[in-house]
């Protein structure tokens, strides 16, 4: 296990610091001008010099993470907007936007430079309407093949009834099919079934007993998520729908991402104390996360439901009633507020404490038991031991981020590497393990809850001994937001699944223009097919558990 302080980078290597006037002599004459965003300097380019110019941004620059793709409409144009990081230092970012005609919404695609585009680009078309020329596989990914029209776009009518729901004249129901010149067996896995964690759709296919190809459907819980929030006020009205996104117990770690960005955008700054109660809250959120994943894993590869899943529950349970006390709801918290956050702790300040290290003290002996049960298990280690491989460089290919890149050795978290909230300022590891296989990916989560309960306690000692007069929960901030037109920014946390990201562009009234939502179970699950080729069934049910997906915010 390799792991670096929160102060200091572990074993990641160095990365070079690139300027603007670099970037403007790397791009050149390429660049038809510039929109520079608050968190990254942009450049505009023609839509047939993508792959030219991220390929060299990458292998010339450092730039090996695609970490979003924002695609948009305007008045008198469509837009994508690329958005790059380098694994190695987050906070060197460069936006790459290509504008195309309204007429002719084509731009040439970025797949062959970062494998992740594959589903942006496919989700881009599908909401917006821009095609992506010499994409491999140019369908629709949330809405059916045969749906009429593109959500996000201005001209999308959304009265007009969508009436043909399935592939014209082709019958749903129609009985198997043997072809006598092929060897191979096409499955269905989901997507109702529990060890597809939802509504998650495996079209499989399979030579004797190997899986030689799978394709995830998505689509089936998609609740617009970012076109509600386009339809919410900054101030008000946009702060309750993160929780619903990763909806099991992420809660306040999705509030923070949208926090992060709206903060950013208008300029506000967070009460030191505020930050504190953030981060107290977050990691508690994080444990609760994790411990799900723990549970729902151990039923998923050996079937143990008596122990292990009750067991983790259990835990889960001591910190949603904590989270409970702490926000006044056990899920959807609706806690955090641009500027801090709603209301103190609660009263008697005393019994909050204790009742939050009572479960920090009893934590270590339930870890304990979790490697006794678990990781020591023979059946366990023989379902996850080099089963679910993911080589490094095919993690950063996908954007994978959070306990799946870190569980293939890739040292990047956001607490650490892009500082928010009150992280830089105490004790703790980067978690990492080299594995690459299912069995890695469970030791960080199990290792990752020690650590949030380091943080944890850290922040219970800052609060305790806090001034009474200097607790200060929000900044003064206006009850209506407006910012300045075309102000654009893209922010992330590090949830509890990886990186978590929303970028917003304000169109001058109190709510976004655009919003988007940047998923690590959408990008961790595109990896799923490199996974799980040349193994078994249960094999691909092992790495599809691994991903800890939660398809409220694959689909969003």
């Given at each position: 296990?390799?792991?670096?302080t929160?102060?200091?980078?572990?074993?990641q290597?160095?990365?070079?610091?690139?300027?603007?006037?670099?970037?403007?002599?790397?791009i050149?004459?390429?660049?038809?001008?510039?929109?520079?965003?608050?968190?990254?300097?942009?450049?505009?380019?023609?839509?047939?010099?993508?792959?030219?110019?991220?390929?060299?941004?990458?292998?010339e620059?450092g730039?090996?993470?695609?970490?979003?793709?924002?695609?948009?409409?305007?008045?008198?144009?469509?837009?994508?907007?690329?958005?790059?990081?380098?694994?190695?230092?987050?906070?060197?970012?460069?936006?790459i936007?290509?504008?195309?005609?309204?007429?002719?919404?084509?731009?040439q695609?970025?797949?062959?430079v970062?494998?992740?585009?594959?589903?942006h680009?496919?989700?881009?078309?599908?909401?917006?309407?821009?095609?992506y020329?010499?994409?491999?596989?140019?369908?629709?990914?949330?809405?059916?093949?045969?749906?009429?029209?593109?959500?996000?776009?201005?001209?999308?009518?959304?009265?007009?009834?969508?009436?043909?729901?399935?592939?014209?004249?082709?019958?749903?129901?129609?009985?198997?099919h043997?072809?006598?010149?092929?060897?191979?067996?096409?499955?269905?896995?989901?997507?109702?079934h529990?060890?597809?964690?939802?509504?998650?759709?495996?079209?499989?296919?399979?030579d004797?007993?190997?899986v030689?190809?799978?394709?995830?459907?998505?689509?089936?819980?998609?609740?617009?998520?970012?076109?509600?929030?386009?339809?919410?006020t900054?101030?008000?009205?946009?702060?309750?729908?993160?929780?619903?996104w990763?909806?099991?117990?992420?809660?306040?770690?999705?509030?923070?991402s949208?926090?992060?960005?709206?903060?950013?955008?208008?300029?506000?700054?967070?009460?030191?104390y505020?930050?504190?109660?953030?981060?107290?809250?977050?990691?508690?959120?994080?444990?609760?996360?994790?411990?799900?994943?723990l549970?729902?894993?151990?039923?998923?590869?050996?079937g143990?439901?008596?122990?292990?899943?009750?067991?983790?529950?259990?835990?889960?349970?001591?910190?949603?009633?904590?989270?409970?006390?702490?926000?006044?709801?056990?899920?959807?918290?609706?806690?955090?507020?641009?500027?801090?956050?709603?209301?103190?702790?609660?009263?008697?300040r005393?019994?909050?404490?204790?009742?939050?290290?009572?479960?920090?003290d009893?934590?270590?002996?339930?870890?304990?038991?979790?490697?006794?049960l678990?990781?020591?298990?023979?059946?366990?280690?023989?379902?996850?031991?080099?089963?679910?491989?993911?080589?490094?460089?095919?993690?950063?290919?996908?954007?994978?981020?959070?306990?799946?890149?870190?569980?293939?050795?890739?040292?990047?978290?956001?607490?650490?590497?892009?500082?928010?909230?009150?992280y830089?300022h105490?004790?703790?590891?980067?978690?990492?393990?080299?594995?690459?296989?299912?069995?890695?990916?469970?030791?960080?989560?199990?290792?990752?809850?020690?650590?949030?309960?380091?943080?944890?306690?850290?922040?219970?000692?800052?609060?305790?001994?806090?001034?009474e007069?200097?607790?200060?929960?929000?900044?003064?901030?206006?009850?209506?937001?407006?910012?300045?037109?075309?102000?654009?920014?893209?922010?992330?946390?590090?949830?509890?699944?990886?990186?978590?990201?929303?970028?917003i562009?304000?169109?001058?009234?109190?709510?976004?223009?655009r919003?988007?939502?940047?998923?690590?179970?959408?990008?961790?699950?595109?990896?799923l097919?490199?996974?799980?080729?040349?193994?078994?069934?249960?094999?691909?049910?092992?790495?599809?558990?691994?991903?800890?997906?939660?398809?409220?915010?694959?689909?969003?």
């Open positions: 296990m390799s792991t670096g929160g102060l200091e980078k572990g074993t290597e160095p990365s070079v610091e690139v300027t603007e006037d670099d970037l403007e002599a790397l050149g004459d390429r660049a038809l001008g510039r929109d520079d965003h608050l968190n990254a300097p942009g450049f505009v380019i023609r839509p047939d010099d993508v792959q030219d110019v991220l390929s060299d941004l990458k292998e620059a730039f090996d993470h695609l970490s979003c793709l924002t695609a948009q409409q305007y008045t008198d144009r469509y837009e994508s907007i690329y958005h790059l990081k380098k694994y190695a230092d987050p906070t060197q970012e460069v936006s936007v290509v504008p195309t005609s309204i007429d002719d919404p084509v731009s695609t970025a797949e062959p970062f494998r992740t585009a594959d589903w680009e496919r989700e881009a078309f599908d909401l917006v309407g821009i095609d020329e010499g994409h491999p596989d140019p369908r629709r990914i949330l809405l059916p093949e045969t749906w009429q029209g593109h959500p996000l776009s201005k001209d999308y009518d959304q009265e007009k009834p969508q009436i043909v729901t399935l592939s014209e004249h082709a019958n749903p129901i129609k009985p198997d043997h072809d006598t010149e092929s060897d191979t067996m096409f499955l269905n896995i989901g997507p109702h529990p060890a597809t964690h939802g509504v998650l759709h495996v079209e499989t296919v399979l004797g007993e190997t030689v190809d799978v394709d995830p459907d998505i689509g089936y819980l998609h609740r617009c998520e970012e076109q509600m929030c386009q339809s919410g900054y101030r008000h009205q946009i702060m309750p729908y993160p929780d619903r990763d909806y099991v117990s992420a809660g306040l770690l999705n509030e923070w949208y926090a992060r960005a709206a903060e950013d955008l208008a300029d506000i700054e967070v009460p030191e505020a930050q504190i109660v953030r981060t107290m809250g977050a990691e508690l959120c994080r444990i609760a996360s994790h411990m799900l994943a549970g729902t894993f151990a039923l998923d590869v050996y143990d439901f008596t122990a292990v899943f009750q067991y983790a529950f259990r835990d889960r349970e001591v910190v949603q009633d904590i989270l409970e006390d702490l926000t006044g709801q056990r899920l959807m918290f609706n806690y955090f507020r641009l500027g801090g956050v709603a209301w103190d702790l609660p009263e008697p005393e019994e909050f404490f204790e009742k939050a290290r009572d479960f920090l009893e934590l270590p002996a339930k870890v304990s038991e979790y490697n006794d678990i990781t020591s298990n023979e059946i366990f280690q023989l379902r996850c031991v080099d089963t679910g491989i993911l080589e490094p460089e095919v993690a950063k290919q996908y954007g994978c981020t959070g306990p799946v890149a870190r569980g293939s050795g890739i040292d990047y978290d956001l607490r650490r590497d892009d500082p928010y909230g009150y830089e105490l004790d703790w590891n980067v978690v990492t393990e080299d594995g690459c296989d299912n069995y890695s990916r469970v030791l960080v989560r199990m290792q990752e809850v020690e650590e949030s309960a380091k943080i944890i306690e850290q922040c219970l000692d800052l609060l305790e001994d806090w001034p007069d200097e607790r200060e929960v929000q900044a003064n901030v206006p009850r209506t937001l407006k910012p300045d037109a075309d102000t654009e920014v893209y922010r992330a946390v590090e949830g509890a699944k990886g990186e978590l990201g929303i970028y562009r304000s169109d001058g009234t109190d709510k976004p223009g919003f988007k939502i940047r998923s690590p179970c959408f990008h961790n699950l595109s990896a097919e490199e996974m799980v080729q040349d193994e078994y069934i249960p094999d691909l049910i092992a790495s599809l558990g691994s991903l800890d997906i939660v398809l409220g915010e694959v689909d969003r």
